[in-house]
Structure formats: C-alpha cells, structure tokens
C-alpha cells in the first residue's frame, strides 16, 4: 500500500530545509563578521588545533620582527657613535700634527691645548651614548654610563658581556660593542677603584738625587710593598723627574699600574687599574 503525500507534508519539509539553510546562513555571516572559520574548538578539532599553532607561529614571527628592528635600531646608533669617535681621534692627529710644527707659537698651543680638552669631553658624551635609554657600551650594565666625567670607568665591563637579540629560531645576533674594545685598546674596562696619593712637600726645582732620599716604597693591588729606586741625577724640570720615577714604578710592578703626574707644585701618584 502506497505513502500518500500531503500538502502538510511538504510545507513541514519545506519549513525544515528553510530553517537548515538559516542555520547555515548565520554561521557564515558569523564567520564573516568575526574572521574566524571556528566559535569553539568542537566545531572542528583538527582545524582549531592547527589555528593555535599558527597563531602561536605568528606571534613568534611578530617578536622576531621586532627583535631585528630593535638590533637594527642599536646597531645604526653604534655605528654613528663609532664614526664620531673616527672624527674625533682624526682631530686629534690633525692637532697632534700642527703641534708638533717648528713653526707653532705659544698661542696657537694653547688653543690646541683648549681644543683637544674640548674633544676628550667629546669622546666622554660619545663613550656615552644612549639607545632607547640604555647605554651601549656599558655591557650588560645599561642602565650605567661607561664613563664619568674624568674619562674614567665607572663599572667593571667584562669581554664576555655581549648582548644578544634572537632573531630567530636558535639564531642569536650579537648587538653591542664593548666599551673596552673601543676606549681600552680591547682590555676589559675596570672601574674607576683607584687609589691615589697627594704629595704634601712642594717640590722646588732643580732637585738633585744623590743616594739620600733616591728611594720609596709602594703597595699595588695589596701585594707586599716594593722599593722603587730614583736614579741620581741633577732634574731641571718636573718632567724629567716624573719621568725617572715613572721609569722606576714600571719597572717594579709593571707598566700602566702606576701613572705618576705632578700637580699645583706636589708630585701624584694615582693606580690605573683596580687596586
């Protein structure tokens, strides 16, 4: 016996589909709405999982990007600074040069003596320099300028303190240049923990050494004192004298532990290294 259909039957099936098809419709308009293919992970768990893993792909892409602009960003500010430091030092020889001519006059000496004064300050700011307000050659110390107003060290800034971005996936690029490497003839660059000694006797010139007082005892780097021997001699001016006793210091404990200068008529005995 056969089904007889209705015309009930059909506008139920009709109404059906219609509804079928809204659904849809809304998912799609949802979809379209909102850029996403899925609401919840159960709507289709293979396609969710492998969104997740773009989206964490793509959020590792976007840190890598920023991560090579930032070393760009360093690197374009250590190259300046690095060029100013070429233009200073190539001052420097220029003046260095002119000094030295048989020709210079005292005037012209000092204004060289005045100008070279003004580019150490310079090479101090450049030692200096910033990036996003940390300091590029302070090793990993950024937050601290390398050097202070004396041209000193203000930290210990080790060899092995290389900054690196990660511009990749296991690709590490090293960003800064050392403060020794550029001020410090690549040594490491020490702090300023010197110690220095004043003479108190105003030194009055010409000063002959004779074997009475042509010796003194120093202590560096809290190693046993050591005697420092003068040679004896007539000195006309303190350079020769300083000179002589410079002599004398680096041959005991070496050269650059000691600088020995003389200053407002006393001689100064200042160590260049921590000690």
């Given at each position: 016996?056969?089904?007889r259909?209705?015309?009930?039957?059909?506008?139920?099936?009709?109404?059906?589909?219609?509804?079928?098809?809204l659904?849809?419709?809304?998912?799609?308009?949802?979809?379209?709405?909102?850029?996403?293919?899925?609401?919840?992970?159960?709507?289709?768990?293979?396609?969710?999982?492998?969104?997740?893993?773009?989206?964490?792909?793509?959020?590792?892409?976007?840190?890598?990007?920023?991560?090579?602009?930032?070393?760009?960003?360093?690197?374009?500010?250590?190259?300046?600074?690095?060029?100013?430091?070429?233009?200073?030092?190539?001052?420097?020889?220029?003046?260095?040069?002119?000094?030295?001519?048989?020709?210079?006059?005292?005037?012209?000496?000092?204004?060289?003596?005045?100008?070279?004064?003004?580019?150490?300050?310079?090479?101090?700011?450049?030692?200096?320099t910033?990036?996003?307000?940390?300091y590029?050659?302070?090793?990993?110390?950024?937050?601290?300028?390398?050097?202070?107003?004396?041209?000193?060290?203000?930290?210990?800034?080790?060899?092995?303190?290389?900054?690196?971005?990660?511009?990749?996936?296991?690709?590490?690029?090293?960003?800064?240049?050392?403060?020794?490497?550029?001020?410090?003839?690549?040594?490491?660059?020490?702090?300023?923990?010197?110690?220095?000694?004043?003479?108190?006797?105003?030194?009055?010139?010409?000063?002959?050494?004779d074997?009475?007082?042509?010796q003194?005892?120093?202590?560096?780097?809290?190693?046993?004192?050591?005697?420092?021997?003068?040679?004896?001699?007539?000195?006309?001016?303190?350079?020769?004298?300083?000179?002589?006793?410079?002599?004398?210091?680096?041959?005991?404990?070496?050269s650059?532990?000691?600088?020995?200068?003389?200053?407002?008529?006393?001689?100064?005995?200042s160590s260049?290294?921590?000690?």
């Amino acid at each position: 016996m056969g089904m007889r259909i209705t015309n009930t039957m059909l506008v139920n099936n009709m109404s059906g589909y219609i509804s079928k098809n809204l659904t849809k419709m809304q998912k799609y308009q949802y979809m379209i709405a909102n850029g996403k293919k899925i609401e919840l992970p159960s709507d289709d768990p293979v396609v969710a999982a492998r969104s997740l893993k773009f989206r964490t792909d793509m959020a590792e892409v976007e840190q890598y990007k920023r991560n090579v602009e930032d070393a760009n960003s360093w690197l374009e500010t250590t190259e300046i600074a690095l060029g100013n430091v070429g233009d200073v030092m190539q001052r420097v020889r220029e003046l260095s040069v002119e000094a030295a001519s048989e020709h210079i006059v005292d005037g012209d000496l000092l204004k060289i003596n005045d100008e070279i004064k003004q580019l150490r300050t310079q090479l101090i700011n450049i030692g200096n320099t910033t990036y996003a307000g940390r300091y590029i050659f302070s090793g990993f110390g950024t937050n601290t300028p390398l050097l202070n107003e004396d041209g000193e060290f203000i930290n210990d800034v080790l060899n092995t303190e290389k900054i690196r971005y990660e511009i990749g996936i296991g690709d590490n690029m090293n960003v800064n240049v050392l403060g020794g490497d550029i001020f410090n003839a690549g040594d490491e660059s020490i702090g300023a923990k010197k110690s220095t000694i004043t003479g108190t006797t105003d030194i009055t010139l010409p000063i002959t050494i004779d074997g009475t007082n042509d010796q003194f005892s120093i202590t560096f780097d809290e190693d046993s004192p050591k005697t420092v021997s003068i040679a004896n001699g007539t000195y006309e001016t303190m350079e020769e004298l300083v000179n002589v006793m410079q002599n004398g210091v680096d041959l005991y404990l070496g050269s650059g532990k000691i600088d020995i200068t003389y200053q407002d008529e006393k001689l100064k005995l200042s160590s260049t290294t921590k000690g």
